[in-house]
């Protein structure tokens, strides 16, 4: 049995890691961070060329299914895995981990997109702590505010004129994001609605210190796509020769 992997979440290293060596198992990184923590089993770094070329791949290189494993935000990359695998015929999971729930005492503003998040930071506050990652920071380039950006590689402009840099990576802890929010005064968060532990630190930070956190919502996952909460499911979903599949 092969199975394809997209992504290079943690999740997806956490089921490229229940399945293997039993399952023969490929993971394909996109090649956007500089140094990714690789999976265990096969490793494949870079695009497909679109639906026709990861078909294309499936078809060449036997896989059995492909698990969608990438960040709940990767939209064009999903939505390509859904018309891949139906052109390709094998089946196709949906790995996400579940989203965030705001919680008594949050001060969250959910908004569609990230243009949506910087036209919602008038009148919230002066001191914004970005946390949107590099790709995408155009839409606040033409901000008054400033921008303390984190991410784990150095973004590209166009960024906010008034922009400091922080390269990291998670996962952070609840007393690291307190210190950052208070040396850095911040009085605003920006965060995509990633879920998960490894960031979500910076959401009891800020409700512990009134923050207002603008949260861009998930896109959709392709209609009709079976989905899994934890690569514990997708692992189950495998085991149990893709049932519902």
């Keep these: 049995m092969h199975v394809l992997i997209l992504g290079g979440t943690t999740e997806a290293r956490a089921l490229a890691a229940a399945l293997h060596p039993g399952v ?11 140094e990714p923590r690789l999976p265990v089993g096969e490793v ?44 390709a015929h094998v089946p196709l999971l949906a790995l996400r981990r579940p ?26 506050g002066d001191r914004v702590f970005l946390t949107t990652g590099r790709m995408g920071l155009a839409a ?3 901000c008054p505010q400033w921008f303390l950006v984190r991410s784990v590689d150095a973004p590209d402009a166009p960024m906010p004129a008034r922009t400091e840099v922080l390269l990291d990576r998670g996962p952070f802890t609840l007393d690291g994001e307190r210190d950052l929010l208070r040396r850095h005064r911040i009085d605003v968060l920006v965060t995509k609605d990633s879920g998960g532990a490894a960031t979500s630190p910076k959401l009891h930070a800020a409700r512990e210190a009134g923050i207002p956190v603008v949260v861009v919502r998930r896109p959709p996952i392709p209609e009709g796509v079976e989905t899994a909460a934890s690569p514990e499911a997708a692992a189950a979903w495998v085991q149990a020769g893709f049932v519902g599949s």
């Design 140 to 142: 606040f380039a033409d």
């Design 44 to 87: 494949r770094i870079g695009g497909f060329g679109g639906v026709a070329g990861l078909a294309a791949w499936v078809r060449e290189h036997r896989v059995d299914a492909v698990i969608d494993a990438t960040h709940p935000f990767a939209e064009t990359m999903s939505f390509n895995a859904a018309r891949a695998a139906a052109t």
């Design 99 to 124: 989203g965030w729930v705001p919680e008594a005492g949050d001060h969250w503003h959910p908004v569609g997109s990230l243009d949506e998040a910087a036209r919602a930071l008038t009148g919230l």
């Design 24 to 34: 023969r198992v490929t993971s394909s990184l996109a090649g956007r961070v500089a």
